[in-house]
């Protein structure tokens, strides 16, 4: 579904990524992880056309997406969940999700709206709460629903589970597997806490300073003690 090659990326003359390539199929999970400063984030922000690409391309279901604005990306079905700001805390849940599909008829967007409930009941009761009231996950949750009100096939999510209690990061990583399992979507995570990362992806990419270390089975990540301990801080 999505294919970077050899992406070299920035900001305008500063470089923070040096050739990263990977695909991301249909029904799988792509887990980036690395230390701080890695270029995790940076990746996300060149991929959507956040950041300056000095290199490389982005080919999104055999296109080349490279140069595109982010709102041309998004329609095509590219979502992009930043860490912070991903929603509009002074509307109520249920405004933020009438934003996500504003582009929709009304038949549309009734739909859309009872099979993003659907899938994300935790959002259901508050729907008319404004989202600045709401929790770290439920706040995530809300970002999520505005990205599959869109009907996004590719979701790019930027550390969900940062500052979050540990009850609701495996109810948030759950939820980002359902998006594989059950709705068959493309994900790329981005995860500070490595090992949760590890565990639900079908496939890792270990940056540090901007290269590409590792592609390929976490298990084979995990199990390398040297690459591990050092970069991931999991012994």
Same mark, same amino acid.
């Given at each position: ?6 992406? %070299?990326?920035?900001?305008?003359? *500063? ?18 992880? !690395?230390?701080?400063?890695?270029? %995790? ?12 690409? =000095? ?15 982010? =709102?041309? %990306?998004?329609?095509?079905? *590219?979502?992009?969940? &930043?860490?912070? !700001? ?34 994300? &009941? ?28 869109? #009907? /996004? ?6 550390? &969900?589970?940062?500052? *979050? ?6 109810? $948030? *990583? ?14 790329? $995570? ?14 890792? $990419? ?11 089975? &976490? ?5 390398? #003690?040297?690459? /591990? ?7």
């Amino acid at each position: 579904m999505l294919a970077v090659k050899e992406l %070299k990326a920035g900001y305008d003359k *500063l470089k923070v990524l040096y050739g990263v390539s990977f695909e991301v199929r249909e029904r799988e999970i792509l887990a980036v992880v !690395g230390p701080n400063g890695s270029g %995790k984030s940076t990746l996300l922000k060149a991929i959507f056309g956040l950041a300056t690409v =000095h290199g490389g391309k982005v080919v999104f279901e055999g296109e080349d997406i490279t140069g595109l604005p982010p =709102h041309v %990306k998004a329609k095509r079905g *590219l979502a992009y969940l &930043p860490q912070i !700001g991903n929603t509009f805390e002074r509307l109520t849940v249920y405004e933020n999700l009438m934003m996500a599909g504003y582009t929709l008829s009304k038949e549309e967007l009734k739909e859309r709206m009872e099979e993003v409930l659907s899938f994300l &009941p935790y959002i259901a009761p508050y729907l008319g709460r404004k989202v600045w009231n709401l929790s770290g996950g439920e706040r995530q949750m809300v970002a999520m629903a505005m990205a599959l009100m869109r #009907r /996004a096939k590719v979701l790019m999510i930027d550390e &969900p589970t940062a500052a *979050l209690a540990p009850k609701v990061v495996k109810k $948030l *990583l759950r939820k980002i597997t359902e998006l594989r399992d059950v709705l068959g979507k493309g994900v790329i $995570l981005v995860e500070q806490n490595a090992r949760s990362a590890l565990e639900i992806c079908d496939r890792a $990419l270990l940056l540090v300073a901007g290269k590409q270390i590792f592609l390929g089975d &976490p298990n084979d990540l995990l199990s390398d #003690r040297d690459l /591990a301990r050092t970069y991931l801080g999991v012994k």
